[in-house]
């Protein structure tokens, strides 16, 4: 209501062509009502007021017989044939700015849906189905709150101790009832390949050295995916292949400009940590990491749990300075070592080393 009503006040206050019974009503001998749409408004979600329509001598007096009516009782007994005199919607009008008009309809039959828990009922759509159009309906025209929706859905099933990578594909929706029905596209909500997977617990054993668990085993995690996809069954690769537990040796020293393959344990702000074996993990801080892997101030085309190849560029007490080493930098390292050893041989070639004290 407060958004009709200040929508509405604006444009009486503009310069637009309006009907005159949209700004006053003559009520026969009662006397005139200025601001009329915005006095029909008010009227209509207030108990006790009665909201007019309009017959050929302006105001109707037996619309006091609605007065203490419902909200809903007076929208479509009075409020709407008052709008049909102005001649347009007037109830809707200004909502074309939050969603689309044309599927209005379905928007409401979505609404009354979730809002009666007939998904629990029918079960015809699954909760992945209903984040999509939930996604695709609402946030139509807000991008910051449209982003939140698969965000609160892997929120939740964080909390559950679940990592739930999500991607896009295209799906059909509905516009439209009856006969005149049509179908568009729409963004469907997916879990990508292996994209279900349990987050790790770290334990301390005594020896000092640490074991990771998964915090939910493989059944736990098939029976989620089903229920994010019932009533269909769940894509073969949603999971994450099972992963045993993870006892780090912890036993590598490692030397600054050796070459690893480490874990990926975390990604942040400050850059990609990798578990390659040392007593800590080491950091590929952001400023190291390749421009292709940046965007918009974060790291993409990494996730935890990647195998990764880095170097050793630097150590100090708070631990391991790393950097990304990728298909051509790996080439040239196999390279590079090939030819030390091949140069160093042929200098050697010939020579008696006899002489030199055996380890």
Known sequence: MYFQLGFHYLCLKSNCEFPEQYKTIT?????????????????????????????????????Y??????????????????????????????????????????INEFRDYIDHFKYFVDKERSILELYSEMFDRFMAYDQKYRKNVPNMLTNILKRNYIITHLEFKSGQ????????????????????DNGIESDDFTYK?????????????????????KLLYSPQSPPEKALAKTQEAKVASKNVNPKIGEKYQGVVKNINKHGIFVDFGAKKDGLVRYRNIPMKYKHDSTIVGFDKGDTIDVKLLDTNEKGFDLKILEDGELEFEKYKSEKINNTMGSVFKGIDLSFLPKQ
Not at 78 to 88: A, M, P
Not at 179 to 190: A, D, Q, R, V
Not at 208 to 220: D, Q
């Open 27 to 63: 009520i026969g001998n009662q006397g005139t009502i200025n601001g009329a749409i915005l006095y029909q408004l008010v009227a209509t979600n207030t108990n006790g007021l009665p909201v007019y329509t309009l017959d050929n001598d302006g105001g109707d007096v037996d619309a």
């Open 65 to 106: 017989k609605y007065a203490n009516k419902s909200t809903g009782a007076k929208i479509s007994k009075c409020f709407l044939k008052y709008s049909e005199k102005i001649g347009y919607n007037i109830y809707d009008a200004g909502l074309e700015l939050f969603q689309n008009m044309s599927e209005e309809k379905n």
């Open 173 to 192: 929706k509905k516009v439209g009832r009856g006969n005149k029905s049509t179908t568009k596209e729409m963004g469907l909500i997916c879990i990508r």
């Open 205 to 225: 054993l005594a020896d000092k050295s640490t074991v990771e668990l998964p915090a939910r085993g493989t059944n736990y995690l098939d029976g989620v995916a």
